[in-house]
């Protein structure tokens, strides 16, 4: 059974940094891209970043410069370091694994990120 869960969220004060962490089980960690994609109630599900099998990172441009996505295969975790947050970051934040002609195949419960002034 494929399991991705998500930790590290919390509430933090605009400026601050939170790292989030996605542990994946159930199928091989190594063989898929992953991402990351935030909500906020009332509008669409924002990708917010993404890493492949061989570690090509991409971000949202609202995110770019202060948010860093990374990837252990060996520990089948994949990171988002996010820097410099803003009151517009606030969103549960989900992990997604294996990409397809549908969209991510996988996906994490979510993790709430709260910013404040």
């Known amino acids: 059974q494929v399991q991705l869960v998500e930790s590290g969220g919390g509430s933090v004060q605009a400026g601050g940094s939170l790292k989030l962490s996605c542990t994946a089980s159930?199928?091989?960690?190594?063989?898929?891209?992953m991402a990351w994609y935030r909500q906020v109630p009332g509008k669409e599900r924002e990708l917010v970043s993404s890493i492949s099998i061989g570690g090509i990172t991409n971000y949202a441009d609202s995110v770019k410069g202060r948010f860093t996505i990374s990837r252990d295969n060996a520990k089948g975790t994949m990171y988002l370091q996010m820097n410099s947050l803003k009151n517009e970051d606030t969103a549960v934040y989900h992990c997604?694994?294996?990409?397809?002609?549908?969209?991510?195949?996988?996906w994490g419960q979510g993790t709430q990120v709260t910013v404040s002034s």
């Open positions: 997604a694994a294996c990409r397809t002609s549908n969209g991510m195949r996988y």
């Open positions: 159930g199928y091989q960690f190594s063989n898929c891209g």
